[in-house]
């Protein structure tokens, strides 16, 4: 467990106001383009968290789209992560990207997107995952794995053409309050610096490391 004990120094970049786009969203997409053209692996992967009655809690989801300053995911609204968003729409999406030395932290709040977007996205998945959307109910228990074996089977059967977007499947947006962008410094003296919502533009200010 080498990397207990490790203090790595992040001299990689520097990061300064001057440098930066005056949309927060715009400047996230010039670093994930950063990120692609780094060969990072899941560059469009992101920690979600949300709130339910049990507190805070998170898991990974890919990024699918950049819509009009909002951040594009989907999921099943069924699973525990669709239903703490439909009760508490604030989040929190984290892009952790440490091969550049950088992440990237967003606050905001999530919302059901337009039928529309979610159909145009189910249109593009693979007949495969189709299947699985129907046959899982996300988060719930599965006492065997014949038994979702058994329920892919049954769509396949049951959707013997084009497979409809289930109900409870579908994507969502979230609208940024608060983006955070983080790049690693020597001696853990990071820059960072975050844009807040200021009128109808945003502010950006740098925080101490
Ligand atoms: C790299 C990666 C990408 C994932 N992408 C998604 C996704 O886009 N949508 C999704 O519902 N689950 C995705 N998952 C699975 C989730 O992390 C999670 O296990 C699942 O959505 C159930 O979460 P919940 O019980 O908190 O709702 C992904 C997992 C990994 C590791
Ligand atoms: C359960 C689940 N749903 C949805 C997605 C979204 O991606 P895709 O539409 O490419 O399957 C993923 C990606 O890993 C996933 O694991």
């Not at 715009?26 to 920690?47: H, I, S, Y």
Request: charged share 25%.
């Amino acid at each position: 467990m080498d990397s207990l004990e490790r203090h790595d120094d992040y001299t990689r970049g520097r990061l300064d106001a001057a440098d930066l786009l005056a949309d927060p969203v715009a400047q996230f997409a010039r670093w994930l383009g950063d990120a692609e053209a780094a060969g990072v692996a899941e560059p469009n992967a992101m920690v979600l968290s949300t709130v339910d009655g049990s507190g805070p809690t998170s898991r990974t989801v890919l990024l699918k789209g950049l819509h009009d300053g909002c951040f594009e995911l989907v999921t099943n609204a069924g699973s525990r992560k669709g239903r703490a968003m439909t009760a508490d729409g604030r989040v929190s999406l984290l892009f952790p990207w440490y091969p550049l030395q950088r992440q990237v932290l967003v606050d905001g709040d999530a919302a059901p997107a337009p039928d529309a977007m979610s159909d145009e996205y189910w249109a593009s998945r693979p007949r495969g995952s189709q299947l699985g959307a129907w046959a899982s109910r996300q988060s719930a228990p599965l006492p065997d794995r014949a038994e979702l074996e058994a329920r892919v089977a049954e769509a396949d059967a049951r959707f013997p053409g084009d497979v409809p977007r289930p109900s409870f499947w579908g994507a969502w947006l979230v609208t940024p309050r608060r983006v955070e962008l983080w790049q690693g410094r020597a001696s853990r003296l990071h820059d960072r610096l975050v844009y807040t919502r200021d009128g109808a533009g945003w502010r950006i200010d740098r925080l101490q490391p």
